[in-house]
Every structure is written in C-alpha cells, then in structure tokens.
C-alpha cells in the first residue's frame, strides 16, 4: 500500500506515536489535585460592581484587579487576621471579610467566593 521508504512503514513508528501523545497528553491541561488546590486559596469578590480575583499564596496575594491589571501583595505581620500592603495598595480583613486601601479610602470586598475557572 504505501512505498517502502514511506516513515509509516517502519515498526518503530508505533511506539514513537504513542510516546509522543502520553507527553502531549501531560502537558494539555493541569491536574485535577492542582485545581483543587488553588480552588482552596483563590478567591473571587466584587469591588465596585465589578471582579477581583485574589489568590493567596507564602507570604503574598496576587490580585487581578477589574481592568486587567495584575498587582502582588506581600503579607506583614498581624495581631488579628489578614494584612498584605505594597506600598500604595493595602488588604486587610479577616476570613472573606475583606477591605482593599488605596491612598487612604477603605473599600470593602463584597460576596467572596471560592474561585471557579469558567469552563
């Protein structure tokens, strides 16, 4: 059917294909133990009628602000609850109560959630 010079033809053809898309396959998308995991420290809440979203991680949040941009909060040491701050950017707040200080104005979190990705 095909020539002999024809790649196909080869037996190491085979085990080479099936290789190749176990590797592929590992690469498609992360484990469903990962989403768990960043399930349980990343959160979404609302900021002015619109989203943020807050993933908490060793010693920082990373927060998706409504307009694209990222902003990373390092945590300082706190008698009570949350406290993160980057210089011009403060969090603060206890368990998903949570206040956002920028330039001295206090805004609250409202509704957060657990994050789930779209799918």
């Known amino acids: 059917m095909f020539p002999s ?4 033809q080869r037996p190491l053809f085979a085990p080479v294909a099936v290789a190749a898309a176990l590797a592929l396959a590992g690469c498609a998308s992360p484990s469903a133990k990962e989403e768990q995991d960043a399930a349980k420290t990343t959160f979404a809440c609302g900021l002015g009628g ?15 602000m409504p307009d694209g941009n990222r902003v990373v909060l390092y945590q300082i040491p706190s008698a009570s609850g949350v406290h993160y701050s980057n210089g011009s950017l403060e969090l603060r707040g206890k368990g998903t109560d949570l206040r956002l200080i920028r330039n001295g104005t206090s ?3 409202t509704d957060c959630q657990p994050y789930a990705a779209p799918k």
Request: aromatic fraction near 14%.
């Open 50 to 64: 619109e989203r943020i979203v807050l993933r908490f991680d060793v010693d920082e949040v990373r927060m998706l």
């Open 107 to 109: 805004t609250g979190l």
């Open 5 to 8: 010079w024809f790649p196909l």
